[in-house]
């Protein structure tokens, strides 16, 4: 298993950026597909975005697709979501995780970090 924690979340006004970063330790994170999810208050968890272990196939939700970009330097076991255009919706808790599977399924990730908070005021 990897122990994952998330950084790099604040408050930005709508229409900016911000940039995420995933720490993973240990040796076996080249191997995982490595996914971001977000919470918001009284909603459910969902997927935003994943990353194969290679980096050589990434995947996104609608609703962020075209204003995020998910990347992984497996060099530093480190992956990163650049966060683009963003909106009071993207308002949520932003959590990484790590899966054997190339999925989006939450069910399917079983080492997930602390999280870390994203606000984004209109």
């Known amino acids: 298993q990897v122990q994952l924690v998330e950084s790099g979340g604040g408050l930005v006004q709508a229409g900016g950026s911000l940039r995420l970063s995933c720490a993973a330790s240990g040796r076996s994170f080249s191997t995982y597909t490595i996914g971001w999810f977000r919470q918001a208050p009284g909603k459910e968890r969902e997927f935003v975005a994943g990353i194969s272990w290679s980096g050589g196939y990434t995947f996104y939700s609608d609703s962020v697709k075209g204003r995020f970009t998910i990347s992984r330097d497996n060099a530093k076991n480190t992956v990163y979501l650049q966060m683009n255009s963003l909106k009071p919706e993207d308002t949520a808790v932003y959590y990484c995780?790590?899966?054997?599977?190339?999925?989006?399924?939450?069910?399917?990730?079983?080492?997930w970090g602390q999280g870390t908070q994203v606000t984004v005021s209109s």
């Open positions: 995780a790590a899966s054997k599977r190339v999925v989006a399924t939450i069910s399917l990730y079983d080492s």
